[in-house]
């Protein structure tokens, strides 16, 4: 362990320090932070130069002065302490305990930024995750071991949905250990108070994990957060064998603090001032979601971002939605009609869906009704915008059959209340039901022998 | 050996000083651990280097050594069925070393230099040979006879040749140079970011068969041509590629996963093994080399991934195979680049990028070709590139930059995925500029006039645009009576040509001559309605003629007999349009 204590702080700047005359700094190594007044900061080195290493302070570098202040260099890379008994326990944004009990004993150590999985050693992922959500269960499902976010925008109830998936996510008919983690980034101390209310109403919080970033704590104390928690996951996962569900909220703050590292760098912005490497930054994150070949546990992420100004094609969602499997999106036009929840079906996707559903799975006419009601509730929906232009007497009957069912696919079978757990099972026989309005032989996409089988008897 | 020392360092970019006389793209190994990396930038004796692997826990002052090679790949019999990171390392041989997780400094060979081969002389003692010719072959895989070359820089005359079996290392032959004798093994390493020099190389005219209409047909890849497939994200560009990659009638088959997602990896990885070769029957990995540098892997590897593919399929090339090279993504390694550059603090340009990029672009995509090699052997390189555009927005760099180089153009089309119209290629938005120097081939191969028909069919597709324009606004019933029946076949064209199923065990391959038949049949259809229009006959008579179904049918009949059964099919069109009749 290096002893070497130096108090050669040359410049502050934003969330860096830089600090002179130093000897055997390596780069990304763990640096304590002394202030005047004695208190304890925690940095990572960016850049080492002979005799420079420029330093990012996690909690920011407010009371930091460049004469008293003092900094050691551990020699160490960031390590986060590991053991079983962090369920149920609420962490810092960097990893301390703040629930007023005492600090865990560590069972392992391990490094932060983790270690890329070989893709030879991965295992597809193909396990169904019931959410208890209609539209997700039954429009675009989540597998074990996927990475599936929720682009929302400010003011939409994602941290409902989010709650919600949390409380209710298991895996049909196997009484495997499950844990949640949930990590805040720069959200408001009230969404974190509803979070954590909410887990504990509903007992959810026994098998939790949160580790809390508040808007009001160090932005770059967010660059860690996620790190800290995936790195939980993967030591529950592959070392104690449960299968962990993520929530990382909200992505778009993370990014932001990125961005101002870089910024504070003086570095060469990409799109929208975002620094080139996002795309590598996020993947680094979002890839260690995944199932190992003969390990028991899998790692599955939903991370929550807020799109600016809803814009899709924002850096943030672009380049996240090019890393994840799929994305869910929430509908401020939903919202506006009370649907909650307000999952926009057209727009979403879940690309490991197929792997997931189906006989032995789900149910066998899965597929045929997801994509039997996708088509219809497009057709619905666009049927809307022409009524809007030659009024609903213009439409032929057909068509007005197809404006029906829009309509109650939104009422009944997105909406559904915010403690209701819907099987699978009943989702689909809705779907059904709702589909029963539309003439037979409009059902294209489904067998024969489900339609048989499935479709309600009319009496008329 | 140079020896200098760590002066900056920050992320994947070190900068080292004392390494007098270094060159650009030399391979150096960095730290304790001997990471590798490359030369990217000089100024005096001090050289920045791009490190492929992560490099927390390296600091100033460590050391780096330089090997005095650029980065080079090891070339033989071996590397096929295999799958690799970026820097060509076996990702299964990293496994076993280090686990499920990739761990640093893990050293492996890239070829197993202990399993034998039998190895067939195939030039004779006394004979002169030049460097890249073949002096003999071994049994590669079940498919593939994998032929040994003069590594480069040796001439002169053989003095000793054998058949032998042995492994990578085991001399094969002896050869008198005028620098003395130097023995010849196996194995030759090659540069990745030199092309491989080839005697000349040639007008792409051969087309590369892929089996499927839309492409064959309507815009038509040359076997040593450019071809590139952008897409927003879930448009099918990965689904496309590999279904490429599976039909098309290249000899190998190299596909790079450049930057892309795990899971999707494991796909392919898992899938791969289980597809057959659907021309031999064998395992389809027995001639295809995998490269697999997910998006969380160090990304100057996933810089260098595209380079290491290429010159694999320069490698088979010059042993005189058709190679097809699938890069999925090339916008990721526009990125990586981009990354890098940043680091380097160089002036950007548009969009962060370097301003290099489009440059760097054109150099690979130039890779391509038909040539003679060396070996006198004529082979050929395809690249088939994905583009990954942010937003969908095709104004971005990488897309401009790749079509000014790319030859054709494959336009995936999120509309007819959500219409379940496969493959999503839209065929008014996909060009190739290959058309005229392919006609040959395929007047040959298919039929005399199989251009002609080409393009009066894209002439009616074209047509149906502008038609079902002003459907939209007054419906079908208000169109002239020819119009109409444009209307009908281009539906026809669409539904039983454009579309195919790629799980149908017939309709999944097609072959040119298949469908210049089909062209030929719905055209004649064409006719005939336009002629039977003309006499009067109602439009409502021919739509419900049950030669239609015949037509819907084709796609499933065989590829070998098709000929036969177009005869039939013909004569039934002419049967059934003779009966309506009308004022004749």
């Known amino acids: 362990m290096k002893k070497t204590e130096y108090k050669t702080i040359k410049e502050i700047a934003g969330p860096l320090l830089v600090v002179e005359n130093v000897e055997d700094v390596t780069y990304g190594e763990l640096v304590e932070i002394t202030d005047s007044n004695g208190q304890k900061k925690n940095g990572q080195v960016l850049e080492a130069r002979e005799g420079v290493a420029v330093v990012q302070v996690f909690e920011g570098t407010r009371d930091l002065d460049t004469k008293d202040t003092s900094v050691r260099f551990t020699g160490e890379t960031m390590k986060v302490a590991l053991s079983g008994e962090m369920i149920g326990r609420v962490f810092s944004g960097l990893g301390k305990p703040i629930d007023g009990n005492p600090d865990i004993i560590p069972e392992k150590k391990m490094d932060v930024n983790g270690l890329a999985i070989n893709p030879t050693a991965r295992e597809f992922p193909e396990e169904f995750i019931q959410t208890g959500v209609s539209a997700i269960d039954t429009m675009n499902t989540l597998v074990r071991g996927q990475k599936l976010p929720l682009f929302s925008e400010a003011g939409l109830p994602h941290n409902e949905i989010a709650a919600q998936i949390a409380r209710q996510a298991k895996v049909l008919g196997k009484g495997e250990s499950f844990a949640v983690i949930f990590a805040a980034m720069g959200i408001t101390f009230e969404e974190a108070k509803f979070f954590m209310n909410d887990f504990e109403r509903t007992g959810a919080m026994e098998r939790m994990v949160a580790f809390i970033n508040l808007a009001d704590d160090p932005a770059i104390e967010r660059i860690i957060t996620p790190r800290i928690a995936l790195t939980a996951a993967e030591y529950l996962a592959f070392e104690k064998g449960m299968h962990v569900l993520v929530i990382l909220t909200d992505m778009t703050n993370y990014c932001e603090a990125l961005r101002e590292i870089a910024a504070a760098r003086n570095e060469i912005p990409g799109r929208r001032g975002y620094p080139g490497y996002m795309y590598t930054d996020l993947a680094n994150l979002y890839e260690r979601a995944g199932k190992i070949k003969g390990k028991p546990g899998s790692v599955t992420q939903i991370p929550i971002l807020t799109m600016p100004q809803g814009d899709i094609s924002h850096p943030i969602p672009d380049l996240t939605g090019y890393i994840t499997e799929g994305q869910i999106v929430v509908s401020k036009e939903l919202h506006r009609n009370n649907i909650f929840p307000p999952i926009d079906v057209l727009p979403s996707l879940s690309r490991l869906m197929n792997e997931g559903i189906g006989a032995g799975k789900t149910r066998e006419d899965h597929s045929g009704v997801a994509n039997q009601m996708y088509s219809a509730y497009a057709q619905g929906r666009s049927l809307r915008d022409l009524v809007a232009v030659v009024g609903e007497e213009a439409l032929s009957d057909l068509d007005k059959k197809f404006l029906i069912f829009a309509k109650s696919f939104e009422d009944k079978f997105i909406t559904q209340s915010k403690n209701e757990n819907r099987a699978i099972d009943t989702s689909l026989n809705i779907g059904w039901d709702l589909l029963s309005v539309l003439p037979k032989e409009e059902l294209k996409k489904i067998k024969l022998e489900f339609i048989e089988k499935f479709l309600p008897k009319k009496n008329d | 050996m140079k020896q200098g020392k760590i002066i900056k360092i920050s992320g994947p970019v ?339 990028y370097p301003a290099y990029l489009s440059t760097r672009l054109s150099q690979f995509y130039e890779r391509a070709g038909r040539v003679i090699a060396l070996s006198g052997k004529e082979g050929s390189v395809s690249v088939i590139g994905a583009i990954s555009p942010p937003g969908g927005d095709f104004s971005e760099p990488v897309t401009q930059g790749t079509l000014r180089v790319n030859k054709t153009f494959w336009a995936l089309d999120k509309n007819l995925a959500s219409m379940r119209h496969f493959p999503a290629i839209n065929w008014l938005d996909s060009y190739s500029l290959y058309l005229d120097t392919v006609e040959g081939w395929y007047k040959e191969n298919a039929g005399e006039d199989w251009r002609a028909l080409r393009d009066k069919a894209m002439e009616l597709l074209q047509k149906e645009e502008e038609l079902q324009e002003i459907v939209q606004l007054v419906g079908p019933d208000a169109l002239p009576v020819a119009e109409r029946v444009v209307l009908e076949v281009t539906k026809i064209f669409r539904e039983d040509f454009l579309q195919q199923n790629a799980y149908h065990e017939v309709d999944a391959f097609c072959s040119p001559r298949k469908q210049y038949f089909m062209l030929k049949i719905i055209l004649h259809f064409y006719d005939q309605a336009m002629d039977a229009i003309k006499r009067k006959v109602p439009i409502d008579e021919i739509n419900k003629l049950d030669v239609k179904n015949d037509i819907a049918r084709m796609k499933e009949h065989p590829n070998e007999t098709f000929e036969k059964h177009m005869e039939k099919i013909m004569e039934k069109i002419d049967k059934s349009f003779n009966k309506l009749g009308g004022g004749r």
């Open chain 2, 14 to 352: 070190v900068t080292a000083a004392g390494l007098k006389g270094i060159k650009m793209y030399e391979v150096v190994r960095v730290g304790e651990q001997g990471l590798m990396g490359e030369v990217i930038e000089l100024e005096g004796d001090t050289a920045t280097i791009q490190v492929y692997e992560e490099t927390t826990g390296i600091g100033p002052g460590d050391k780096v050594i330089a090997t005095g090679a650029p980065l080079s790949i090891e070339l033989g019999p071996g590397l096929l069925s295999n799958i690799y990171d970026g820097i060509l390392r076996p990702l299964d041989l990293i496994k076993e070393q280090s686990g499920a997780f990739i761990a640093r400094g893990v050293n492996v060979p890239s070829i197993d230099h202990n399993k034998k081969w039998k190895f067939k002389a195939l030039a004779k003692k006394g004979g002169e040979v030049k460097q890249g010719q073949i002096i003999g072959e071994v049994k590669e895989s079940e498919t593939i006879t994998h032929k040994i070359l003069v590594p480069f820089g040796i001439n002169g005359k053989i003095e000793q040749i054998k058949d032998v079996e042995g492994n990578l290392d085991t001399v094969i032959a002896k050869v008198k140079t005028k620098d003395g004798l130097k023995e010849i093994t196996m194995v030759q390493k090659w540069p990745v970011r030199v092309p491989r020099p080839t005697q000349e190389k040639q007008e792409p005219t051969i087309p590369l068969v892929t089996g499927q209409r839309i492409l064959d047909t309507f815009a038509p890849l040359a076997k040593g041509g450019t071809a590139s497939i952008p897409g927003a994200f879930g448009t099918g560009k990965t689904v496309a590629q590999q279904s490429l990659a599976k039909w098309c009638d290249a000899d190998i088959i190299v596909y790079i996963g450049c930057g892309e997602r795990g899971n999707e990896m494991t796909d392919v990885l898992e899938n791969f093994p289980k597809l057959k070769d659907p021309r031999t029957g064998k395992p389809l990995l027995n001639r295809t080399i995998i490269i697999a540098n997910t998006s969380n892997m160090p990304v100057a590897a996933r810089e260098a991934s595209v380079y290491t593919g290429i010159t694999l399929a320069e490698y088979y090339r010059d042993q005189g195979f058709a190679v097809a090279l699938m890069a999925d993504s090339t916008s990721r390694w526009a990125e990586a680049m981009r990354e890098i550059s940043g680091r380097l603090e160089e002036m950007p340009g548009e969009e962060g």
